[in-house]
């Protein structure tokens, strides 16, 4: 650990919404960092490693597809040469009311983070013609990109439901909710706060919470607090009294208590656990 921060990366250049690109063909450990505002779809044709997302390692197995909210945390370590494409947008890319079946795909794939892919199904050719496009960039390149997002987008689908394990659809004030907590955990930490940005009172919020993961928002909230604090623990060289403040906690003591009572150990312990 060299770093105070949690490097945040932005691919999509100034005042672009919408980026593909090839996966770059080299064998290296990225860092771990998150994204600022924008979704990264990653298909992977080859590669073998290990893809670590939040908490959570994946085994490199290609063919695999990843869908990468905004503010996730993740890095890669590869052990084989990867290849396959990057899909980036962000809410800005698709019209609102001319846009909606396109919209609505992207949305029931949201709760998606990792698809296997049999080889025979894994959509090259649609990928080769976006990326094309996107080369291209003439006058209907966008329409024509567009166009065959959505089919790409349908592909995946397909291949989600035949995963009988794969959850619902949620909610859209659920959805928001969701947003919301990635954009201000860790400056707001209680239910009020986030049902006054939601235009709900805190007991909806709670029952919407609960018929969507059966847990109250105040768990959520708590669960992606602690989320905040081992990526801090873990990936920066932050004090204890430095990630307290960090994370909008009134001193380190309050942050300490906080941790230990979900965790059953102090901050420090659980640094020097990941570390010996």
Known sequence: MNDKKIYIKNKLDEGLTFKVSRFKEQIKKTKPHKHDEYYELIFLLNGEGFHCIESEKFMVSSPDFYFLKP???HYW??????????ILFNDNEFNA?????LIDIVRKLTDTTRLKIQPDKFPIHLLEEIFNEFQLNTQYSKEISHGLLKALFGKLLQIKE???QNKSLPQSVYDKFVQLLVKECPQLHKVN???DLLNITPQ???TICRKQTRKSASEIITNQLLLEAKRYILHTDNTINEIAEILSFTDASNFVKFFKKHENITPIQFRDKHFQ
């Open 193 to 195: 706060e986030f049902a």
């Open 71 to 73: 503010g996730q945390l």
């Open 97 to 101: 009311i001319n846009e909606k079946t």
């Open 204 to 206: 909806n919020l709670n």
């Open 162 to 164: 035949e995963n009988p």
């Open 77 to 86: 370590q590869f052990t084989s040469i990867p290849k396959g494409f990057v």
